[in-house]
């Protein structure tokens, strides 16, 4: 069963700056021949303090849950979420954003600040504790946020294995055969504070995952990929 949505009213962050603007922005093919699905990791890029006070404000948010139809079946996703910004359609639903919190502005303008864009829009994915909540291997959609820009992730909590994939599969990303597909790139642990940017374009050529882990005691993990939805 679907989880109700939050029916606060859309609070739309600015528009970005017009020279931070140009420097970040590319053309939908331009990037193909890319050598990495990650431009840019910070491991250090909060202070511990800063994260850990984050972390805990932002797990105490109403999160929602995805459900995807497979086989006649509404299958729950394995992570749970939260949106701000514009509207977005994920899954074929389209989502009611939660209000921006003092939180989630002050990591906005701290990404603003660290990448030169000032993103519109954030999804916040929660991975609960023991390490089975994952993502597989994808491209997130146009309608999730402009190919055009970068995408930067913010990490919290427990520190996860991350890994990108080359795809040349034509910007048709819904075909899983092997052959689309490049070497997996090493896997990147993304640290408690950390900011990892997937530039401008990476989603038309790269894919990527978070997967499930083993370990025992695992965490909670909180992830935030500010992304641009009105160009």
Not at 80 to 96: A, D, K, M, R, S
Not at 99 to 123: C, M, Y
Not at 166 to 184: A, I, M, V
Not at 219 to 227: E, P, S, Y
Request: hydrophobic fraction near 30%; glycine fraction near 8%.
């Amino acid at each position: 069963m679907k989880q109700t949505q939050n029916t606060n009213q859309t609070s739309v962050a600015p528009k970005p700056e017009s020279s931070n603007f140009n420097l970040a922005r590319t053309k939908r093919g331009c990037m193909t021949t890319m050598k990495s699905g990650i431009s840019l990791y910070d491991p250090n890029f909060l202070p511990q303090a800063d994260a850990d006070r984050l972390f805990a404000a932002l797990e105490k948010l109403p999160w929602k849950r995805h459900t995807m139809k497979m086989y006649g079946k509404e299958i729950p996703m394995p992570r749970l979420y939260q949106w701000f910004g514009v509207t977005p359609c994920i899954y074929g639903e389209t989502i009611t954003p939660h209000e921006w919190t003092p939180e989630t502005l002050e990591i906005q303008e701290r990404v603003h600040k660290a990448t030169g864009v000032l993103f519109d829009s954030l999804n916040v994915n929660y991975y609960r504790p023991g390490g089975t909540d994952h993502i597989g291997w994808h491209s997130d959609g146009e309608e999730e946020g402009s190919w055009e820009f970068p995408i930067a992730s913010v990490s919290l909590g427990a520190v996860r294995k991350f890994q990108t994939r080359p795809y040349n599969g034509n910007g048709k990303l819904k075909r899983r055969f092997h052959k689309f597909f490049g070497e997996p790139d090493v896997p990147v642990a993304l640290e408690h504070g950390s900011l990892a940017v997937m530039p401008a374009g990476s989603q038309e050529s790269y894919v990527h995952r978070l997967k499930a882990t083993k370990q025992q005691g695992t965490g909670a993990r909180i992830n935030l990929t500010f992304r641009m939805m009105r160009p």
